[in-house]
């Protein structure tokens, strides 16, 4: 019997406890720092480490760690698929950080016979699957009557499988669109808000500068009223990170984080496919989280509006128990694939019209590259080498496999997050703020 090699100890931030964790067989316990001091010393009891599972005997830990690797696949074999279509890469907003900017608009423009063989294609390939569609861009959601009786098209004929739409856009136009959401079966519509008016107009504005905040406003309190699911963004970074809180009250006061029809992500700014002209704005994940955590603390409020993840924290902090074994992070090719209107079928949303990411084509012929195919679809943890051993790597998966090749030019290295110091944060931020509630 001897430690379990999925065991993740550390001290909780800002405390005198430490926590231990292990994800494997999705345990966790807060711990006295003398408890802490007599595990490294080997003066605490064995019986009780062995009976809630740190201690193991390490051929039942490599049965284990099969059975829930075996489980893992099994599940994701059945699992819904998220299928982008890209309506077109042009767009109304000229922001700064916009990973497609240097992409080319060519290959003729969003037709009828596309989005026919497009659904011609899912029949065939994802046949049996549950799944469905996410509009995506560039901007799918551009004005003009040529361009929103093609989108009426796609939702006609999702409707006509009992396929559910989503769209991801930056919001401006949706009152334009509103009818026709209406009637569509629609899953969310992601909308990004960086800030109050004047953070975000400085960072997402029209191509001819005007700003677009009070727009989009509009547009997401059209599309709740009207009981459409909002997933409302923020992409953070230096820039505007400390207007969180501001952010945060301004959807209190809007009574947009009351309604059951919203939710909200952050999302971090960083370099995909081109090197940005301030690199200084861009924060690594650790850093963005603890700014995170340190606005947390002192604003409180901000958690009405988003509860960060922090690796499995929040999970844990809303659930009481840790999610089953993440054994690969990257849904490409797996859960998600992306089609664009030029015919061309794509890993991801972060590869999706990059040259050279194609790994086949839906129109006008019918083609696939089985070896790129093949490279996406099997790298999971045990593929890549950095990985096998890493204590850490059922929590992180392995990290996104566009970013590790963009590092690396390889699909099977390791993009690897900061699971120990995200879980030293969150528990801190869930944990401890519960004790200082009670307390109080």
Known sequence: MEFSGFNIFSRVKDSDKYFIINSLYGIADII????????????LSRQELISRGYIVDPDYEKAEFRNAYLRF??????DEIQLFFVTG???????YYCYQSEYIESGGSLNEAVIDSFYQYIDLA???RRKYITLFGGEPLMP???????VERIIEKAAERDIDIAVVTNGYHIADYINLLKKARIREVQVTLD????????????????????RIVKGIDLL???CIPVNLRVVVDRDNILGLPDLASFAIDRGWTKSPFMS???????????CQVNRERLFSRLEMYNDIYQLIIKHPHIREFHKPAFSVARHLSEHGELPPPMFDSCPGTKTEWAFDFTGNIYACTATVGKKGEELGQFFPERFMYDERIEQWSERDILSIKECRDCNLGVLCGGGCAAVAKNRTGMHNSPDCRPVRELLELGISAYFRQEEIDNEQ
């Open 126 to 128: 994802f046949a049996g």
């Open 224 to 226: 709740l009223n009207n």
């Open 73 to 78: 696949v099994d599940e994701r074999e059945s």
């Open 144 to 150: 003009g009557k040529r361009h929103r009786s093609l």
């Open 89 to 95: 890469y042009n767009c109304n907003f000229g922001c």
């Open 32 to 43: 006295e720092s003398d408890t802490y001091t007599g595990l490294l010393n080997g003066n």
């Open 195 to 214: 800030g109050i008016r004047d953070v975000h107009d400085n960072r997402r504005y029209l191509k001819n500068g005007r700003g677009s905040f009070d």
């Open 264 to 274: 909200t992500q952050l999302g971090r700014n960083y370099e995909l496919h081109e």
